[in-house]
Structure formats: C-alpha cells, structure tokens
C-alpha cells in the first residue's frame, strides 16, 4: 500500500474530498460576462457571482448545509440581465424550499423570494425571463406550475397528481416548455408547450407508452420558437428539434454508436451543440443546421456533464476522468478556465473499462481501478444510486479512497443503468431488485475469475438504489461479502413508500407497476427487509434525518429488525437529507466507511493522519 500521508499529516484521500470543486458556471443571456458558479471552496457547496469583465468573484449564499436545487438542476443562475442571482433554499436537507434572489453586485440588501406567495414545496422545474417567471412545485397533493408575469403576484396555471416539470421560456417568453407524466408513466415522460400568460396548449408532444421525451433548450434567436427536444424512438437516445406553433418535428439523423442529447444552440441558431455518451466516456459534436453536417470538437477523454455555447461562439465543458477532478475547460484552448482557492486534489488512479456476461448472456458494462502492484486484490464492489444513472469515466473521491487502502473498486452498470440503450434501462420496470443484484454479482465473478478480486475479501457498498441492492444482496446472497455499507437505503420498501416524495412514489408506481396497496406481493419480495433472517454480513447503515428520498423511519425499521436478531450492524445518522454538501461531513463519513471495513478485512491499516 502507497504511503498517503502528506507533510500537513493529511492522507490524500482526505485531501481529495477537500479539495475545492465546482460545478459548471450559467451567465446572463444579456450579460454573458455576469455568471454564477457553484463551488466548494468555503467547506460547503455555496453560489458564487463571477463577474468575468473585472475578474473579480463574490460568495452570495451561506447556507449552513449548502446550496441545492435537485437532481439534473442548477444550484443557481443570474436573472437575463445579469443583475440578480437565483437560487433554492433549503435550510434542512428535505429539499422543500422556495426560490431566492439577491442583487449580482455586492448590496446590503438581505436575498427575498422570487415569487412570494408561493408556497414551499419540492422543486419541479424553473425557467426565469425578463419578463415571465415559472416554477414547478411538488408536494403529497401532486405538482403544480406557478407563473408570474411582469412583477404580477404568481398564480397557478396547472396542477395534476402525476409528475409536471417546467423546462423553459422561448426568447421571447410567450411560450413555455413543461414536461409531464400526466399518462402515468414517469420513466417515459411527454412534452407540452404552453401560453406561458395563459396556460393554452400550443402543442402536445409524446411519443406513446413507453417512449419517452425530453426538452433541452429553446432556440436563442428572437422570433424562432423551435425548441430542442431527445427522443428514444429507437433504442438510443437521439436528437431533434419542434416548433409546436407550426406542428413542425424534425427528428436529426445522428451516425453515432452511443446516446446523444442537446446541449445547446449556436447564437445564431446554425448548430446545436451535442453530447454524445457512449460506454462511460464522452464526446462533444457540432451538427449543423440544416444541412447535418457533424463535427467533433476536441478535447480530452473522461466524462463531460455539461457545456454551453458561449456568445462568441465558444464552447465551454466541465470535464473530468478517473484520475483528474473537473475541470472548466474551453474548445481550442489550453488550460482551465477558473482557478478555485485552495489546493488542487491529488491525481488518482486511472479507471479500466469492462465487461462481461450476466447468467442470461448479456453484456454489462463498467468501470473497475485497482493500486499498484498485481492482485488478486481485496475488493469494494461499489453499486451506483438512481437506479437511471451510470458510472462514467468521472472523478470519485471515494474510489480512490478504497485504491489508497489497497482495495480494487469495481463500479457495475447493471440492467437499469443509462447510456446502454433504452430496453436496458427499462429491464427494471415490473421487476426491480433482483436484475441489479444478478449483474452486480456477475461483475464480482467475473474480477475474481481475472485474477482481480480476492473472493474471500469483498465489501459491497452502494448509496440510495445502491444502498437497497447492499442490503438486498446480503439477504439474497448470505455469506459473500465480509462487510456491507448501505448509505441511504431503502430498506422496507412498503414504508419506504408511505413517507418519501411524491416524485419518488410517482417512480416507485411505475417501476413496481402501482402502489403497495395495488402490489403488495411485489413489494413485499423486493424489499430488503423480507429477507433480513438470512443476512450474516456486518452492515454500516447511513441515514440522514431529513431524508425525503429514502426516509429514515424504514430504515429505521430495518436496523431494529438486525437488532431484534442479534445481528451485527452499526447506524451512523446525520442531520440533513440524501446525501451532504458539508465537506467535513462527507469526510466523516468516508471516515467511518474505511474504519469500519478495516475492522473487517483482514490485511490492511487505516493510513497514517
């Protein structure tokens, strides 16, 4: 095992999580030099306004657990004239808040809500004009979009039980983009543009049962209402560009072996800037409008999770890799965009792609990384959350935490997992639980048949849907692992349900195809807590109080069943919801996950402090 102790008696895998990060930066649409960027620099996740004309950078928000505005949405945006920042307020990690705004430049002014009256709720959505302000809200009561037009009080233009989630304004803010799953079906959502003063449908755009669509990006030229959309009518994700106006679809023809969406438009609506994903890497293209032509632009190979088209036509990209952290990098140039305070994080080890065959002949893809030296090595399996999510080409701070003890990670991108195509990632619904499980454990087969893995030093490990397939797996599965962590699980399934989000019972119905009163035999089967006789592996169980994803009463319920039977298991619980954005608190509890998997495999030492 490498020594990782640095001369400030820090080990680097601390140091890695430390290290100042960020996300990628949005500017004003009439003040393109006036941005907002979230980064960690201050200990936490906080919004920062960049003003790139004098290079200087002001923090805006101090919230004590950090600033988040959900999954797939920004931590926070300037207004179009650059004069106000936006962000989501949650004070508890129950991610029930409302919107904020506070002046760009420095101003003794406290931040207030940018639409008062509107009460706090889940956010679905926001799209912020000049003149037209909507969000999206959940709560138990269903989903509902409130707009306010120039300064006027919001009033709510719709309201469904199912999941509705505002996407954005035209140029001209006359129209606005939602997307909903009013037919039922969460994973395969539909699109309708509306009257964004009046909520009349201009148009209504799905695809039928099990295809689904997404809005990216409306089209930055005055008077052109074209709005870019993904579609999956086939079984890649794909482009395409609708005017709902003229009822006008185009789908784009994209030669490309991986899924590719939207990123953005060209200012002058000639391009669109595309994304293409393909086996857990990342490339970025030009397609030319309307001729097709395509283009790659350069850069690196890693993972790139978002880039923009600058006025200047410049495309900025956050990237990263295995072994490098993101960075803000722009096309044709060298170097990063935006120096963070503080030391930079140490390089890694770099990840190997993998596959290999399930029980059923299917290939599963993903990603392992292993120390120096030759193995077999003792191994984390560690199983990704959503469960629609994958592991990429990315900076992990926690895998090379595991490589600096002188574990190999293995991350499986199980049936249920993006990127591998649509009927893969639908192989969950009707039947979640035991496809991941199945993959999961093929993958460690497969390392230990390779000369990677150690069989009898394995550690399964997971967060959210991965925290559940620990827990699953150990019951499923008795004596394969020597330790299990669960971060956040679901743990008993029906109650599970009773308590969290409303978005996540709308996800729950679909995979499970209805609720536990409609489906209690299948919940009941794949719920970790059926099982929990059978389980004989050491569990660290993490919970966070204000979780609204995986609450924390099934839980809960879970541990007091292992107690109940004399089973060995620990429970660290937080103060805050699903996950942290407080560095110290992710510290500690990378710290209690390597403490308590070294108590349990034999052969290794925490690093020296």
Known sequence: MRDMASDSGVPVWEQRFRAPALEFPLWATDAPDRLAICTSETGSWQLHAWDLATGTRRRVTDNPIGVFAGYG????????????LVWFEDTTGDEVGHWLTAPFAPDARPPQPLLPGVPDAWSSGIAVGRRVVAIGTGTDDGFAIWVSVGGAPATQIHHHAETISVVGLSRDESLLAIEHSEHGDTVHPALRVLRAGTAETVGELWDGPGLGLHATEWSPVEGDQRLAVVHERGDRLRPGVWDAARGERTDLDVDLPGDVSVLDWWPDASALLLLHEHDGRSELYRYGLPAGDLSRIEHAPGTITRGAVRPDGVVWYLHASGHEPPALRAAGHDGELFALDGPAAPA???????????????????????????????????????????????????????????????????RGSTGHGRAFRDALIGDPGFPETEDVLAGLDDLIARGVADRERVVLAGNSWGGYITLLSVGLHPGRFLAGLAGVPVADYPVAYEDEAEALRAMDRTLFGGSPAERPDLYRERSPLTYIEDVRTPLLILAGTNDPRCPIRQILNYCAGLRERDKPYELYRYDTGHGSLVIDEQVRQMRARLRFTLDHVAGLQEQPA
């Open 73 to 84: 949405e920004s931590a926070g945006f300037p207004r179009p004239d650059g004069e106000w």
């Open 348 to 414: 890694g080890r770099p990840y190997s792609a993998w596959s290999f065959r399930n029980p059923r002949g299917e290939e599963i893809h993903g990603f392992y990384v292993t120390p120096d030296g030759d193995g077999p090595f003792p191994l984390i399996v560690d199983v990704h959350g959503g469960p629609a999510w994958e592991y990429t080409d990315d900076f992990r701070p926690s895998a090379q935490a595991w490589v600096d003890h002188g574990f190999a990670v293995a991350m499986v991108n199980y």
